[in-house]
């Protein structure tokens, strides 16, 4: 099955950046919606961001304006530029399919604290 590796998380002030990338084993981010989760401690994991196979995006409201999907798919990688981050986008960030997940990655840590 697809293995996903999640990378670029980091801790950073508010108000900083921080770009994550997804890595995938095979080459699916031009055939399904794939999607940007994430998981705050005590909190069930949300998805946040979703590319669709032709490029369309989607973001939850909470991030929207502030968060970017995007992929290559010559590198079988998926990315997200987080900008203005707060507080409360401290979780464990995922990457996978939109719907019919398939395995988690190990995830990627991202702290925003002053």
């Known amino acids: 099955q697809v293995q996903f590796v999640e990378s670029g998380g980091g801790l950073v002030l508010p108000g900083g950046s921080l770009r994550l990338s997804c890595t995938a084993s095979?080459?699916?981010?031009?055939?399904?919606?794939m999607g940007w989760y994430r998981q705050a401690p005590g909190k069930q994991r949300e998805l946040i961001a979703t590319?669709?196979?032709?490029?369309?995006?989607g973001y939850a409201d909470s991030v929207k304006g502030r968060f970017t999907i995007s992929r290559d798919a010559a590198k079988k990688t998926m990315y997200l530029q987080m900008n203005s981050l707060r507080p409360e986008d401290t979780a464990l960030y995922y990457c996978n399919k939109a719907s019919r997940l398939l395995n988690w990655g190990q995830g990627t840590q991202v702290t925003v604290s002053s």
């Open positions: 095979e080459n699916i981010f031009t055939i399904y919606t």
């Open positions: 590319i669709t196979s032709g490029g369309t995006t």
